[in-house]
């Protein structure tokens, strides 16, 4: 069954250090790989995607994704780690193989950013 | 440029009743769809419609039903209400047919049931 694993319920970073939060995902073929973030009482926001090409991926407010193949993964990076990174962090693919329109989510990590 | 539009913001819904949700989406947007978040948990996809028709359903029962209208503004109906139906209830769109388009989200509607 296609699905996406988020391994960590929370990850804790302190200011100004990089943060790497781990998804892996178990889809077969070319699929289209999301992350997202959300904030307290507010909808998804849209941070990057891969759909081919180079495996890293850059998106906004500074972070960046790195596509693997062979370890199906797709694990979100950023240098430099700020208190306002602190938020709802979801993995999520989609693809021929999921149906071409549904998008599987992971169940989410929890970054806390410590000044 | 407004983004996606949901509404209500929260409702509250007793067993048994039926409730709608309304999405407007994205400008220039033609494709909705229609995710449910339970607490704790991520998204999980219940149906996106595009040119008025459904499109792909996820694994939900018929009580939830949908429609989408000619300016590509969206309904989520639920009927007969379960308490576990009580979830964040988001809408997103997207351009095109292609599966690798990005979705935006709304802020979505919190529904509750008791």
């Known amino acids: 069954a296609q699905s996406v694993a988020q391994p960590e319920d929370q990850v804790n970073v302190a200011e100004g250090n990089p943060l790497t939060v781990k998804c892996t995902y178990s ?15 507010r909808g998804l926001q ?4 891969y759909i081919t ?7 906004s407010y500074g972070f960046e994704a790195e596509f693997n193949k062979s370890q199906t993964s797709f694990h979100l990076k950023k240098p430099s780690a700020l208190v306002s990174d602190s938020a709802l962090y979801f993995c999520a693919v989609r ?4 149906g071409g329109f549904k998008t599987i989510f992971g169940a989410g990590t929890r970054l806390f950013v410590k000044a | 440029d407004a983004g996606v539009t949901q509404s209500p913001t ?3 819904k007793t067993r048994g009743q039926q409730v709608t949700l309304r999405c407007s989406p994205k400008s220039g947007h033609d494709t909705v769809s229609w995710y449910q978040q339970a607490l704790g948990q991520g998204p999980q996809f219940i149906f996106q419609y ?7 359903r996820g694994n939900f029962p018929d009580r939830f039903s949908g429609h989408q209208f000619p300016n590509y503004s969206s309904e989520l109906n639920v009927n007969a209400l379960w308490l576990g139906d009580s979830a964040l209830y988001l809408c997103a769109s997207s351009l095109g047919t292609g599966s690798q388009e990005t979705q935006y989200f709304g802020p979505g509607t919190r529904l509750l049931v008791l």
């Open chain 1, 53 to 59: 090409g180079d495996n890293l991926v850059k998106g």
């Open chain 1, 46 to 49: 849209f941070l990057l995607k």
């Open chain 2, 50 to 56: 595009y040119e008025e028709e459904e499109r792909q």
């Open chain 2, 10 to 12: 929260h409702l509250i």
């Open chain 1, 95 to 98: 693809g021929i193989n999921t």
């Open chain 1, 27 to 41: 889809v077969s073929g070319n699929p289209y790989l999301f992350w997202y973030v959300q904030y307290p009482n």
